[in-house]
């Protein structure tokens, strides 16, 4: 793909399908094709932004990626104690040292976490679940870990419970633990969709700073096209479980090729007062990739729809120059 | 200016909790021109859907008005008996809320529920009422034929729409959409807005449109009044908002707000979290946080005044230099 920097993580046709019904040999008869033959690399220190409308795949796919889920089919190639492995067929000793390396943050920082455990608890759990430093060692990163995140100072927090911190708080501490074991892949869903823009603001600057300080890579998922701008190198557009369009942020942003991503962009709301929005040209609502026909997955909302979308199968994700890939027969 | 269908005066609201009252609404006052829509904004906790319980009296039993008037086209609805205001709501004034899911009975028929809202406010026939859903339906762009389904058959922005169609159904002065869009992806939500601005201009209804997002609201509305730990801190026109925001709390929010076109800037973020309303802050609520606070911020509580042409803020050190955006 684009030149320069090394290659962290490779994803290689990755499919999740997920059975929805089944036939009286509890056989499953039909599926929602949550991700499909996506494909996709992320190098070192860089973000990917996943952008979608809700129901899109890229929850699952951020998910697939560090082993939440596991793959129907395809491969991801990530360096484990130094030389890139298949983490799909990973074998569970090995599999423990790749979750050292990837990471997650969740959404809602309400839920992410254990209401009856402290701070201190829950920020350390990575360290107890591999087994690293006594009690003192992890006591000392722990608070190290909260003052880099901003919750300071960090004694006064260590013994606290999550309710008694208020939402941008909660989602510092998210990244601490995301952190702590010094991961080189950290996979973000919409760690800040729930927080008050102010604080939001802040939390983002955070994530920017340590990707930094600490060279890691993020693949960042957000519904925001604003917000993936402001996070991201490149941006993938996902729709029904397929990427769409990929490309370097601002050239995404500023030449957007494919109708959804036209549709996306257009729609998206701004408050500046001397902006004359187009037209948003998009038929229909989203639709659910249950089996879904051999034609293009847009088809039915596109308005340049033609013969060739609905007579072959969905579009290949093609380089149209300059790292910039489309997946549509008409562009 | 045009003529006033909504003045809210010096209106106070206080919740009674375990931990203390919450002071979620404290002297919020603004008026509202027939037709217009107006943009409230603010943070969670900031007091805007408050404000909304009481314009429509749906408060839940802990709160409570202090002071303060409602006038609704001259009768103040603060004063009102329960069964007065009952004549009100739907006809008058009426709401759309968040969760359109949860605002919809799901073991009725979508188009029966707007009738019933008919029905129960109007004395109007069975088949009239039917015949002005029909209308409201193709208003909000929703095909007739879906007024025969279950909430559960439809969409997200399908529902909201059901929604407010409902809030139109009693052709209403004023509607309160709270966060209508929030719940709904991009598209769909540009589709609604636009479906409400027009509904707004063709039907002559005022709007309060409540939310988060001050993108969403610069949409919809002409003025916009930005709300902070229970008080409104500025009133002004869209775009002049927008471009010269004069209160700092106003300015912070709009440069923490990553733009999708022009230049990158870098984002601002405010220290620490918006105060609890159990104890606010003394003088100027916002002064634990500002930038440019003084000692005369902690002690006194800055008056709504107007510092441009319409342009009202409340702060003791406006940003009137001109040249701060």
Not at chain 2, 122 to 130: F, N
Request: with cysteine; aromatic share 6%.
């Amino acid at each position: 793909m684009s030149g320069g920097g090394d290659i962290l993580v490779r994803a290689e046709g990755l499919t999740k399908l997920f059975p929805i019904s089944r036939n009286l040999f509890l056989r499953p008869t039909s599926f929602v094709h949550a991700v499909e033959d996506v494909s996709f690399l992320i190098k070192k220190g860089e973000t990917l932004g996943l952008v979608g409308e809700s129901g899109c795949g890229k929850t699952t796919l951020g998910k697939l990626l560090v082993k939440l889920l596991e793959p129907d089919s395809g491969h991801i190639y990530f360096p484990v104690d130094g030389e890139p492995r298949d983490v799909v067929t990973l074998p569970g000793r090995d599999l423990l040292r790749f979750r050292r390396q990837a990471q997650m943050i969740f959404q809602d920082p309400y839920e992410s976490m254990n209401p009856r455990r402290t701070i201190y608890d829950t920020v350390a759990e990575p360290m107890v679940v591999q087994g690293i430093g006594s009690i003192r060692e992890r006591e000392k990163r722990v608070a190290e870990m909260l003052a880099l995140v901003g919750v300071s100072p960090p004694q006064l927090y260590l013994f606290r419970y999550p309710h008694e911190l208020s939402g941008g708080q909660r989602q510092r501490v998210a990244v601490a633990r995301s952190l702590i074991l010094n991961p080189s892949l950290v996979v973000a869903d919409e760690p800040t969709s729930m927080l008050d823009v102010s604080v939001r603001s802040g939390v983002m600057k955070l994530m920017l700073e340590l990707q930094q300080r600490f060279n890691i890579s993020y693949l960042y998922v957000t519904h925001d096209l604003a917000v993936a701008r402001y996070m991201c190198n490149r941006i993938a557009v996902m729709y029904c479980g397929k990427v769409v369009e990929m490309a370097e942020a601002e050239e995404l942003l500023g030449h957007p090729l494919h109708p959804y991503t036209r549709a996306l962009l257009s729609a998206a709301p701004d408050p500046d007062p001397g902006y004359v929005r187009p037209p948003v040209e998009i038929k229909g609502g989203v639709t659910t990739p249950v089996n879904p026909p051999k034609r293009c997955r847009f088809y039915d909302r596109c308005p340049m729809a033609a013969q060739v979308c609905e007579e072959k199968d969905h579009p290949p994700l093609e380089d149209k120059g300059g790292a910039h890939y489309v997946a549509c027969y008409r562009v | 200016m045009e003529e006033v269908v909504l003045r809210v005066d010096d209106l106070t609201m206080h919740y009674a909790t375990r931990q203390g009252w919450v002071r979620a609404v404290e002297g919020v006052s603004f008026s509202l021109g027939r037709g217009e829509a107006l943009g409230l904004v603010g943070e969670s906790g900031c007091g805007k859907t408050s404000v909304a319980v009481c314009l429509l009296r749906a408060l839940p039993d802990n709160g409570r008005i202090l002071k303060g008037s409602i006038l609704l086209d001259g009768t103040d609805l603060v004063s009102l008996t329960e069964e007065e205001m009952r004549q009100h709501r739907w006809r008058r004034i009426s709401m759309v809320f968040q969760a359109a899911m949860s605002s919809l009975n799901p073991v009725q028929r979508v188009g029966a529920q707007v009738v019933e809202v008919i029905h129960v406010h109007e004395s109007v026939g069975l088949d009239a009422a039917r015949e002005r859903v029909v209308q409201l339906f193709s208003l909000v762009g929703l095909d007739r034929q879906l007024m025969e389904r279950y909430p559960h058959e439809l969409s997200g922005g399908m529902k909201q729409r059901a929604v407010i169609a409902m809030a139109l159904a009693c052709r209403p002065d004023v509607i309160i959409a709270d966060e209508p869009t929030t719940a709904l992806d991009v598209i769909v939500q540009h589709r609604v807005l636009q479906e409400l601005k027009q509904v707004q201009q063709s039907q002559g209804t005022a709007i309060i449109y409540i939310s988060h997002d001050i993108g969403v609201v610069a949409e919809v509305c002409t003025r916009i009044a930005v709300m902070y730990a229970g008080r409104i801190a500025e009133v002004a026109p869209t775009a002049e908002l927008l471009t010269h925001p004069v209160h700092p709390y106003t300015q912070a929010l709009l440069s923490s707000f990553p733009r999708l076109r022009g230049p990158k800037h870098s984002l601002a973020s405010l220290p620490g979290d918006p105060p609890s309303l159990v104890a606010p802050p003394s003088g100027c609520r916002f002064h634990p946080r500002c930038p440019y606070a003084t000692s005369l911020c902690q002690e006194k509580d800055p008056a709504l005044q107007e510092h441009r042409p319409r342009h009202l803020a409340a702060c003791w050190h406006p940003l009137l230099g001109g040249d701060e955006q």
